[in-house]
């Protein structure tokens, strides 16, 4: 079992109008293509940090985690979900994919 957490810098000014879009359009998509473990949005409270200071982007705006049984599982599930028409029709209702100033996806194993 691999855990996929995706974190998307996404404009601060439009997470408003994406919040609607992820809740009424993106979500239902997503959690019936994949394991979705959580799906969250920033708060508009600084994030701390320790250390190395963040770059401009500062925190990433969204977070997103998803169960997979495998990376084979995970390349084929992204590549079935995100490649779609459906999928591609959802993100022509996004807000706006300029809006995207970042993605990350990392991989971790539960201990």
Known sequence: MIYEIRNYHYAPERLAEYRVWATEVALPYIRSHMDLVGFWLNLDEPAQVAGTPQDELGAATVTWIIRWDSM??????????FGSDAWERIMDQNPGRENYLRTEAKFAEAL
């Open 72 to 81: 084979a599982a995970r390349n084929a599930g992204m590549a079935k979900a």
